[in-house]
Nanobody, 121 residues
Framework: QLQLVESGGALVQPGGSLRLSCSGSGFYNYAIGWFRQTPGKERQGVACISSDGLSTNYADSVKGRASISRDDPKSTVYLHIDSLKPEDTGVYYC????????????????WGQGTQVTVSS
C-alpha cells in the first residue's frame, strides 16, 4: 500500500509563489500527479511526472508558471507554481499510478489527503 502525504499549502497573495510537496515511500515505480479540487467540482489535473522523471505534463491553466520535479531518494515530488492567481485556489492532492502519467483522476490508484491553497489578497 502506497501512502502519500501532501504539504506546503498556504494562503498566498496573487502574484506569489508556492511549493507543494508530496511525500511517500516506495513510489519510485509510480508516476505522480497533482490535482486541484474546488467545491462542487471534480478533481482536475494540474501536473504529472512519470516514474523515470523524463516526462512531465501540465494543465493549460498552469503552463509556463508551474514546474514538477521528483527526488526519489527523498521519496518526494514537488510542484512549484509562480505568479499565483485566485483561480489557483483549491485543495491540492497528489496521486500515484504505475509508471506513466494518466489524464483522469479515476486512473490513479493512491491518493493523499490534500493540502489547501488559497490565493487571495
Amino acid at each position: 500500500q502506497l501512502q502519500l502525504v501532501e504539504s506546503g499549502g498556504a494562503l498566498v497573495q496573487p502574484g506569489g509563489s508556492l511549493r507543494l510537496s508530496c511525500s511517500g515511500s516506495g513510489f519510485y515505480n509510480y508516476a505522480i500527479g497533482w490535482f486541484r479540487q474546488t467545491p462542487g467540482k471534480e478533481r482536475q489535473g494540474v501536473a504529472c511526472i512519470s516514474s523515470d522523471g523524463l516526462s512531465t505534463n501540465y494543465a493549460d491553466s498552469v503552463k509556463g508558471r508551474a514546474s514538477i520535479s521528483r527526488d526519489d531518494p527523498k521519496s518526494t515530488v514537488y510542484l512549484h507554481i509562480d505568479s499565483l492567481k485566485p483561480e489557483d485556489t483549491g485543495v491540492y492532492y497528489c496521486a500515484a499510478v504505475f509508471k506513466r502519467c494518466h489524464t483522469n483522476a479515476w486512473e490513479y490508484d493512491y491518493w493523499g489527503q490534500g493540502t489547501q491553497v488559497t490565493v487571495s489578497s
